[in-house]
């Protein structure tokens, strides 16, 4: 018997071409939307894909595109992680590295990778106790191309909906997560110098980037990070970010909102015992010429909106600046 498939127009002897098409995108469950808004939402993910599948249906059978076999890259996912459908991936590892953040480690079988872009984030889903689901963005802050893991800092807040959930994981765990997502982009030596500023988590990436930038020995791009945090307790990635300021081209000073121990500061690191103010970013910015200076901003809604207005009052333009 043969199988024929219709698809708006496209007509798919299923039997005769089985081996010369590419799979059809898995159709999202019910329950992988979480109904909250998120965006992209798994439904637009989908359609998307499915557009696209359809195309490439078409230009195979009018031979447009000759192709011998077909990975799900084909129809633009990656291999271990899908924009649209959650996979699940184990906890391996739960380590506290600040009074509220913990970093989780997760394993990609296969020795797989995420395939990650630099500034790219990807998506949680958890069960509530209601039965409903709830989903949140993570940015992971392992390297773009580790292989067999990745890992995600997130500090858990005191009355966060998602917070409760994740304070429950235990290593073995099997959590869902979705991506990678985040239109950020970066060619080297675009730019002659970044202004980075950051809070809290915000750092994760900003940290992504940075790494990116020092790991290309061709680029000679000049970064300045100001890192907003309360106190040396609740700095992220404290000695991650000390170690990078060995780096002829990277700079940092932390900005401590509530920080009483002033002698807590370790060799080598720049501190201010205050809050970034509009002036010191305005002020970073202008040690240079505008032109060829990007501003990356990471923070609350607030903090990011104080550093947009920054900008605007410098007059750079919207390409040069960019809001994670
Ligand atoms: C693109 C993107 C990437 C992100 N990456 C990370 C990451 O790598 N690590 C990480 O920990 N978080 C990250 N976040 C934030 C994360 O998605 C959640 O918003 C956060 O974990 C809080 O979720 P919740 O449900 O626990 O809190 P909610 O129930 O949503 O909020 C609880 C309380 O905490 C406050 N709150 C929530 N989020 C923040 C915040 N970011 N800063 C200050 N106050 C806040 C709220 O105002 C509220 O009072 C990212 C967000 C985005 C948009």
Redesign the pocket.
């Known amino acids: 018997m043969v199988n024929v498939m219709s698809l708006e127009g496209i007509h798919v002897d299923v039997h005769a071409d089985a081996a010369a098409l590419p799979p059809c995108p898995d159709a999202p469950l019910p329950s992988d939307c979480c109904g909250s808004g998120c965006s992209p939402c798994v439904h637009d993910l989908y359609q998307k894909d499915l557009e696209d599948w359809k195309q490439l249906c078409r230009n195979l059978r009018d031979g447009s595109v000759i192709c011998d076999s077909f990975s799900n890259d084909t129809i633009g996912s990656a291999r271990h992680i899908f924009p649209h459908k959650y996979t699940a991936f184990q906890l391996i590892s739960i380590e506290k590295i600040t009074t509220d953040s913990y970093l989780y480690s997760f394993k990609i079988d296969n020795n797989g990778s995420l395939n990650l872009k630099v500034g790219q984030?990807i998506i949680s889903q958890l069960i509530r106790d209601d039965g409903k689901p709830i989903s949140?963005?993570?940015?992971p802050v392992s390297e773009m191309d580790a292989v067999g893991r990745f890992e995600?800092?997130?500090?858990l807040?005191e009355?966060?909906?998602?917070?409760q959930l994740i304070k429950k994981w235990k290593v073995g765990d099997m959590i869902l997560w979705r991506g990678p997502f985040g239109t950020f982009s970066y060619s080297r030596n675009t730019c002659k110098r970044i202004i980075l500023v950051g809070a809290?988590?915000g750092i994760?990436p900003l940290y992504q980037v940075i790494r990116f930038v020092l790991s290309d020995g061709d680029d000679e791009t000049q970064m300045n990070l100001m890192y907003a945090s309360r106190s040396f307790s609740e700095i992220i990635l404290r000695n991650e970010l000390l170690d990078l300021t060995n780096y002829w081209n990277f700079f940092m000073c932390h900005y401590l909102s509530n920080e009483s121990n002033r002698l807590g500061k370790k060799y080598r690191e720049n501190v201010e015992f205050r809050k970034i103010t509009k002036d010191d970013v305005k002020n970073e910015i202008q040690k240079s010429c505008l032109v060829g200076t990007k501003l990356l901003i990471c923070g609350?809604k607030s903090f990011n909106k104080d550093m947009i207005n920054c900008s605007r009052d410098l007059d750079l333009l919207e390409s040069q600046v960019f809001t994670?």
């Open positions: 984030h949140r963005q993570y940015t995600v800092i997130i500090k807040y009355n966060g909906r998602m917070s809290g988590t994760a609350t994670f």
